[in-house]
Antibody
Framework: QVQLQESGPGLVQPSETLSLTCTVSGGSISSHYWSWIRQPPGKGLEWIGYIYYSGSTNYNPSLKSRVTISVDTSKTQFSLKLISVTTADTAVYYC??????????????WGQGTLVTVSS | DIQMTQSPSSLSASVGDRVTITCRANQSIGIYLNWYQQKPGIAPKVLIYVASTLQSGVPSRFSGSGSGTDFTLTISSLQPEDFATYSCQQTYSTPFTFGPGTKVDIK
């Protein structure tokens, strides 16, 4: 059974870079879309982007200029970097596996999420 | 971006009640619609994908329907473990977008 676990600092200074890693266990990192999704306190879910195991990426245009998602297949990990953060980036960050079926995709499983607070 | 709305934003119900949650897209998305359940401190999980396909292991009291712009998640007989927030998601086009969520709590 595939499980995902986020890791990284819980506090980031404004204007600095947010860096998170998602470790995939119990399965291969190939042939799926590995995604980051966030949820600001009291708000809805926001899709940040995904990376295919081959390395191709797709980012939310609202974050595209600041975000990079990368994958390390040898470590079965994928990572998120978000530069120049502000307090608006404070959120619970989830990693999730995108499961493709023809033209469709859904996200399962998800990590438990990690709260990242942007504050000085 | 495709905008997703949900109604109601919250509801109170009793164990055994039939619960219906509506999700609407501001343009046609075919059946590119997923439903997720979220509980505090627990990873969200997919309940329904491609509008009406029940995820393996999800109880059959959950069902999804709809196509185009209007979709419904139904819980036929609410159980204590179903008190949670439910969100829809469109994957018709990127950026994938979610509805704001519907919180189901105990009456």
């Amino acid at each position: 059974q595939v499980q995902l676990q986020e890791s990284g600092p819980g506090l980031v200074q404004p204007s600095e870079t947010l860096s998170l890693t998602c470790t995939v266990s119990g399965g291969s990192i190939s042939s799926h879309y590995w995604s980051w999704i966030r949820q600001p306190p009291g708000k809805g879910l926001e899709w940040i982007g995904y990376i295919y195991y081959s390395g191709s990426t797709n980012y939310n245009p609202s974050l595209k200029s600041r975000v990079t998602i990368s994958v390390d297949t040898s470590k079965t990990q994928f990572s998120l970097k978000l530069i120049s953060v502000t307090t608006a980036d404070t959120a619970v960050y989830y990693c999730a596996r995108g499961v493709p079926s023809g033209p469709y995709i859904w996200f399962d499983p998800w990590g438990q999420g990690t709260l990242v607070t942007v504050s000085s | 971006d495709i905008q997703m709305t949900q109604s109601p934003s919250s509801l109170s119900a009793s164990v055994g009640d039939r619960v219906t949650i509506t999700c609407r897209a501001n343009q046609s998305i075919g059946i590119y619609l997923n439903w997720y359940q979220q509980k505090p401190g627990i990873a969200p999980k997919v309940l329904i994908y491609v509008a009406s396909t029940l995820q393996s292991g999800v109880p059959s009291r959950f069902s999804g329907s709809g196509s185009g712009t209007d979709f419904t998640l139904t819980i036929s007989s609410l159980q204590p473990e179903d008190f949670a927030t439910y969100s829809c998601q469109q994957t018709y086009s990127t950026p994938f977008t979610f509805g704001p969520g519907t919180k189901v709590d105990i009456k």
